[in-house]
């Protein structure tokens, strides 16, 4: 038991205040986010043929835009003050066990609802009815198939292959063969293995984390009840939901298997291995077999899948999304130096913006006595995450579900705030990321939100956390009394 639970709270007036602003803005968010679902198809929430009685269901209100906008506005905004306020006063929080069950039961609430915030989700199911039917989704885009019941309902990906890993294809080819020619079926059958994976990861997290009772509420607020990650990754139905678990589980666990399904599921998430390389380098053997056992379900999988799997993968790498800083960048390029991508040099400043912020990171975390010999996987792991999702030239808001899960392993620093910080304003910028049936006059949102005013917040929120860790001072001896 810790001081201050030991004390009343009535003694830490702040923290009163945190817990009550944690206690009602939070509840609230997930009910906005639950309400956009609920309400039926809307800007924010494509339509799903199907028979009326299979799930997802909805009220079918047809709720206007400026209205199921707003609530999703409400939701990020509810959301990211509740959970800063909730971590501030996380040892004033009610029992994580209680905090753990509120957040699978909204996680699994949402799996009956319409997935809301993007079109992601008809993708994935024409990916899985591809593969379903026989077709490769890695050689085959939904415009060869467009008067398919599932693929032909695809809105923005038309002419785009799968870029999802083959243990993604295979989640999308069973929903596939559940649903049939429905895809309200077979949307549900993805919403089941994506919640199943939500509450997994919350029960991993709560049991690694059992040992400390406020690092377990901690836990739990940056995960089960993380009203952002709520909206984004239960809500809105994306497969980093499944990524994240897996990856985060090999992670907690050291194994190679969850790691290799892992990045089978997303490139890019495997990149937290290196955590586990780095606490396992002392231990050659151990290291060779988490090692071999990833690389061969990897390589096993993607030869199953073929090498073509990778190629939209690496396709994507040279995209910059609307959002991040990089988009500004490569307009200022285009500016003084003439039209082009510049794709090259985006990437290689990427990568120096990554290996940098990760050494400056990891500097941090060593000042600060969190890579402790045994100790060492989860904190690097997010190092290597949060410098990869802050010098990425294409991030949706989607993808920070990563580092929340390897938060959640950690104690208590700066890095909360930053990453709060972060996921709120991507959230802002893709509200939504679905562009069919926006009100016209909420172009501002793109054009200004999205285009400019996000990007120059991340600039300036990078360049701040570069400081924060720069600023490291070793953690303080404390003195041995003589006897």
């Not at 890695?138 to 809105?155: F, H, K, M, N, Q």
Request: glycine share 8%; with cysteine; proline share 8%.
């Amino acid at each position: 038991m810790t001081l201050r639970e030991r004390v009343p709270l009535s003694a830490f007036p702040g923290h009163a205040r945190a817990r009550l602003v944690a206690l009602a803005a939070s509840p609230l968010s997930v009910l906005c986010t639950i309400a956009i679902g609920l309400l039926g198809p809307s800007a924010m929430v494509p339509a799903l043929p199907g028979r009326p009685w299979q799930p997802p269901y909805s009220l079918g209100l047809d709720p206007g835009g400026h209205l199921v906008v707003a609530l999703g506005a409400a939701a990020i905004l509810l959301g990211a003050a509740g959970l800063a306020a909730g971590l501030r006063a996380a040892e004033q929080m009610p029992p994580a066990h209680w905090t753990v069950l509120a957040g699978c039961l909204a996680a699994v609430a949402l799996a009956f609802l319409p997935p809301s915030g993007s079109s992601d989700h008809l993708n994935y199911a024409a990916y899985g009815r591809m593969a379903a039917l026989g077709h490769d989704p890695y050689a085959t885009v939904p415009a060869d198939l467009p008067g398919d019941p599932v693929i032909g309902r695809v809105e923005e990906w038309r002419t785009t292959p799968s870029v999802y890993g083959p243990v993604a294809t295979f989640v999308q080819a069973v929903a596939a063969h559940i649903g049939g020619d429905s895809l309200r079926l077979t949307v549900f059958a993805m919403e089941a293995a994506n919640a199943a994976a939500f509450v997994a990861l919350a029960v991993v997290l709560h049991r690694a984390t059992r040992d400390d009772p406020v690092r377990q509420r901690r836990a739990a607020l940056l995960w089960a009840a993380n009203p952002l990650v709520v909206y984004q990754l239960a809500a809105g139905m994306h497969l980093d939901t499944i990524a994240t678990a897996l990856v985060v589980a090999g992670v907690v666990y050291r194994r190679g298997l969850p790691l290799g399904l892992g990045v089978a599921v997303k490139v890019t998430s495997g990149l937290v291995a290196l955590g586990v390389a780095w606490e396992l380098r002392r231990r050659p053997r151990r290291l060779a077999a988490v090692a071999a056992s990833a690389a061969v379900v990897v390589l096993v999988l993607y030869w199953l899948a073929g090498p073509h799997a990778l190629d939209q993968v690496l396709n994507a790498s040279r995209t910059v999304s609307l959002a991040t800083p990089w988009k500004l960048v490569k307009t200022a390029a285009q500016a003084v130096f003439g039209s082009g991508a510049y794709h090259l040099e985006i990437q290689l400043g990427s990568l120096v913006v990554l290996a940098g912020l990760a050494a400056l990171l990891l500097r941090r975390m060593s000042a600060d006595g969190l890579l402790r010999d045994g100790a060492e996987a989860p904190p690097v792991a997010l190092a290597f995450a949060v410098a990869w999702l802050f010098a990425t030239p294409y991030a949706l808001p989607w993808y920070d579900g990563l580092a929340f899960g390897l938060l959640a392993l950690v104690p208590a620093s700066g890095l909360d705030a930053f990453l709060v910080a972060r996921l709120a304003a991507l959230s802002l910028a893709y509200l939504p990321a679905r562009q069919a049936g926006q009100p016209p006059d909420l172009g501002w949102l793109v054009s200004v939100v999205r285009a400019q005013a996000v990007p120059a917040f991340l600039l300036a929120l990078t360049v701040a956390l570069a400081w924060w860790a720069w600023r490291a001072r070793p953690a303080a001896r404390v003195p041995t009394p003589r006897a």
